[in-house]
Each structure stands twice: as structure tokens, then as C-alpha cells.
């Protein structure tokens, strides 16, 4: 049984559990690639800057999920070991009496977080209005997803009907609404515009009776954010038994510190350990803050739509909900799941052991690299009203001026394996998105470790973007 794990056979074992575990979006095609052109093995030729949609697995990821493949297929040990990865994410970001539900990805834990606000009234549950904000920046199956609808025709234990409601759900129990982000011409809503719908619509459900769940994007496809964290604790301060609060930090590209505060603030938060963490795709969590798990620990049984089951798994929840859930789990364990989470987590570690100048460093260094190659490249140009340190937006235009569609440079380009992030609609135009990821950043602490300077440590980053801008410009140039 231990040859399994070792060698060729356990290399193979490893790709293939890497890769399962989750709906047709992590399926590999005969190239060995996710629809998202990430491969499952790690791809350290090629050139990545895609972290805010998927990246390979680093060579550190890797090799953790390789060490915890037993431990995913033992019949005595798995349990232990999703308990030490919860306890491993919970110690990184959460304060005391907070937890965490695994979920195949981050728009699984929308179902996760629709699931839990109901659970805390009882036996009858409210009928649930969930507001989204910027739907086009979120993931592709959020508004079904948050609206309680099944997003895809397949998920991690079996099949589902897009747009159909979750068993168990009605459309008479979960409202969505949603919120561009954007205003028509694509310039990014003023918060104060955005909070004020906000209110507006918390005050209108508390009115009805019924309970809403306000989201918080913590950071968008494109770096934006809304609604504000002050608007969404004065709300659920006024109104406890009536609203709750989802923030999505999907993208983890917030502080460990920013995470503690929402969770002691009792708003739950949805992670994935893809994007920032650079770990493969998918791997999601929803963390629920210490007062709400005081309130559903109380409930000697907790409802469940049944047609969750199909996305979930027994050991992704923490032991004393899932005595109280009264319905099937899919499946005891996913273990593709597990060590997906491995894989980020080797990242996340190490980047947390690093000091803070590291990584501002790091990304000042990106930044200004970043700007260079845009000031040298005819046709491109940075989204200069969204963005974050991490995340550049950048348009692609003709020699006319005229903005170009985005799929043909982002198809061209991962054909000779540069990547960036996916295409995102800004008024009428479209940006391709520059990202920086922890694995990168880790890379360039070690080599200041290793005794290089400033300039050596970054120069493999440096060398990386200046051969895909040469690429795109080029691209431009036939377009």
C-alpha cells in the first residue's frame, strides 16, 4: 500500500486527487490543463501573473500535498488531519471561538454562508433577501449561487441543473438582488453611493420581517470594494436578529488582521486559498465568527436543503455542526480538497513568516516594474481608477486608439504559456489583469535570503514581465 504513495505511482495518485474533488471547472482537458489553462503539476517555465483567477501549483505546494497524500486516504487519520488544517487557518486569521467550513470553492461557500444566516432562526427560518455587490467581479457563479440556485450541471458528489433551485430552498425563502459596482461608463461607484443602496435595501427587508445578508466585497476582480465594513457593522449592531454579513476575501489579498476583525465584528468571511495563496484551483472556506457559532451551538438541529449535499462533505464541517445538520453529506471526506488547501497553505506559511518590508518591497518593486513596461508598450495602459497593489488592470488598444477584445490576446498569450488574469468588462472596453501572488513574493524573499541583492532577487520577476509585455506588444502590433 505505502508504494502507492511514492514514486511515479504516488506522482500520479497526487495529480489525480489534485484534481478531484470539485465540479467541470477543474476537469483537465488532454493537455493535462483546467479550463483555466492551469496544469495540476507545477509549471515553473512559464510565466504566470494570473493569480486573480487560477495559477499551476508551486513546486512548495507540491511538495506539502505530496508529504499529505496518506494522510488523505487513511481510514483512521483523515478526520485528524482536516482537523489540523482547519486549526491551521483559524490560527493564521481567526480569533478564539471562530471556525471554518471547507467548501469546494469560494462559490460554494456562497451556499455555505446562505445556509448558515437561515440556520440561526431556528426551526422556521425567515425568508432570506441576499444583496451582492458587483456580480461582474465576483465569481462567474455567484448570483446563482447566492440566490440559492445551483450554478453549474455538475458538482463535487454529482450532477445539478444550472439555475435550478437547491432542494430544499424555494424562491419563495432566498431573494437575490445585486449591485454593478460599476456605473454604466464603468467608472467605479463613490462608496457613500454604494452604502446608501446598501441601507436603503437593509432597512426595507428588516421592515418585511425577513433577513437579509448583506455582502461585503473585500476586493473584486479588479481591485474594488464595497459595501464599507463601518456601514455593514452599524446595520447588523441595529438590526442582530434580522441581518448578517458575508465578506468576500476571496481574492486574500487583505491583511490576516483585516479577517480577525470581520470575524470579532460577527460577520462570516469566504476565503480561497487559489488566488493571493497561490495554491491550485479550487479551494474555498467559510469562516463563521465566534457569536455565530455560540447561537447555531445552541440549536439541537440545524435544517438542511438536501440538494447541498451534492456539494459538500462530512469532514468539511466542524464536528459539533455536522452532529446537528439533519441530512446527507456527500461524501465523507474530499480529499482533492484537502490537499489543495495543503498546497496553499505552504505558500501562506512561509509568506507569513517573512517581515512586512519583505513584501512591500516585493510589491513595490511589481509596481514599478509594472509601470516601465507599460510606458514602453505602445497599446497599453493601466485601469488607473481600480486596481490594487496586486492587481493591475490593463486595457489593450489598436494603433487607432480602439479598444481591443480582450480573448484573443489572453487565448494567444497562453499558448506560448504567459499567463494573466482573466478578462474583466470595464464600461466598453476589456482588461486583461497583472497579478501578484504570494508564491512569487516568497520566491524573492528566499533569495534575499539566500544573500542576493534587492535588484538579483527580483530579477527573475523583472526578466518574467518584460518578456510578456515584449509578447502582448507584439500581439498588438498584427491585431
Not at 438 to 446: L, M, T, V, Y
Request: glycine share 10%.
Amino acid at each position: 500500500m505505502a508504494s502507492l504513495f511514492k514514486g511515479q505511482s504516488g506522482e500520479a495518485l497526487l495529480a489525480m486527487t489534485l484534481a478531484s474533488g470539485g465540479d467541470e471547472r477543474i476537469a483537465l482537458s488532454a493537455d493535462g490543463r483546467n479550463p483555466y489553462g492551469a496544469p495540476i503539476r507545477p509549471a515553473t517555465d512559464e510565466i504566470w501573473f494570473a493569480s486573480s483567477t487560477a495559477s499551476a501549483i508551486s513546486r512548495r505546494g507540491w511538495a506539502a500535498a505530496g508529504d499529505a497524500l496518506p494522510l488523505a486516504f487513511s481510514a483512521t487519520g483523515a478526520e485528524n488531519w482536516f482537523a489540523g488544517l482547519r486549526q491551521r487557518i483559524l490560527l493564521a486569521l481567526a480569533p478564539i471561538g471562530a471556525d471554518l467550513v471547507f467548501c469546494a470553492s469560494g462559490t460554494q461557500a456562497e451556499y455555505v454562508a446562505l445556509f448558515c444566516a437561515q440556520a440561526l432562526d431556528g426551526a422556521k427560518p425567515k425568508r432570506c433577501l441576499n444583496l451582492l455587490v458587483g456580480p461582474g467581479e465576483t465569481g462567474r457563479g455567484a448570483t446563482y449561487a447566492a440566490g440559492g440556485r445551483h450554478f453549474l450541471n455538475s458538482a463535487p458528489f454529482g450532477l445539478s441543473r444550472q439555475g435550478q433551485i437547491v432542494e430544499g430552498w424555494s424562491a419563495e425563502s432566498v431573494f437575490l438582488a445585486t449591485m454593478s459596482i460599476r456605473d454604466e461608463s464603468g467608472s467605479p461607484r463613490q462608496e457613500e453611493d454604494i452604502d446608501a443602496i446598501g441601507e436603503c435595501f437593509a432597512r426595507n427587508v428588516v421592515a418585511q420581517g425577513a433577513r437579509a445578508l448583506l455582502h461585503v466585497l473585500d476586493c473584486s476582480k479588479t481591485g474594488l470594494a464595497g459595501f464599507s465594513r463601518d456601514l455593514a457593522k452599524r446595520l447588523r449592531d441595529e438590526f442582530p436578529e434580522n441581518i448578517s454579513v458575508v465578506v468576500d476575501a476571496c481574492q486574500m489579498r487583505c491583511s490576516p488582521e483585516t479577517i480577525h476583525a470581520d470575524l470579532a465584528n460577527g460577520f462570516m468571511v469566504m476565503i480561497s486559498g487559489s488566488k493571493f495563496l497561490g495554491g491550485p484551483a479550487f479551494s474555498g472556506a467559510l469562516l463563521l465568527p465566534p457569536d455565530m457559532m455560540r447561537a447555531l451551538a445552541k440549536r439541537p438541529q440545524i435544517c438542511w436543503p438536501e440538494g447541498l449535499a451534492v456539494h459538500t462533505a462530512y469532514f468539511d464541517w466542524p464536528p459539533y455542526l455536522r452532529e446537528k445538520i439533519a441530512g446527507p453529506f456527500g461524501a465523507r471526506a474530499n480529499q482533492g480538497l484537502g490537499l489543495r488547501w495543503e498546497a496553499a497553505l505552504a505558500e501562506y506559511e512561509f509568506f507569513r513568516a517573512q517581515k512586512p518590508e519583505v513584501f512591500e518591497r516585493a510589491v513595490a518593486l511589481f509596481g514599478e516594474e509594472a509601470e516601465r513596461n507599460l510606458a514602453r508598450t505602445p497599446g497599453l495602459s493601466r485601469d488607473s481608477a481600480s486596481g490594487s497593489p496586486t492587481i493591475l488592470p490593463i486595457f489593450s488598444k489598436s494603433e487607432s486608439g480602439a479598444p481591443l477584445p480582450a480573448d484573443p490576446i489572453h487565448g494567444a498569450l497562453r499558448k506560448k504559456r504567459m499567463h494573466l488574469g482573466q478578462k474583466v468588462a470595464v464600461g466598453n472596453a476589456e482588461v486583461l489583469r497583472l497579478c501578484f501572488a504570494a508564491p512569487q513574493i516568497n520566491d524573492f524573499a528566499s533569495r534575499l535570503a539566500d544573500g542576493s541583492d534587492e535588484a538579483a532577487a527580483f530579477a527573475p520577476l523583472a526578466n518574467d514581465m518584460r518578456r510578456l509585455f515584449d509578447t502582448w506588444g507584439a500581439l498588438l502590433a498584427i491585431m
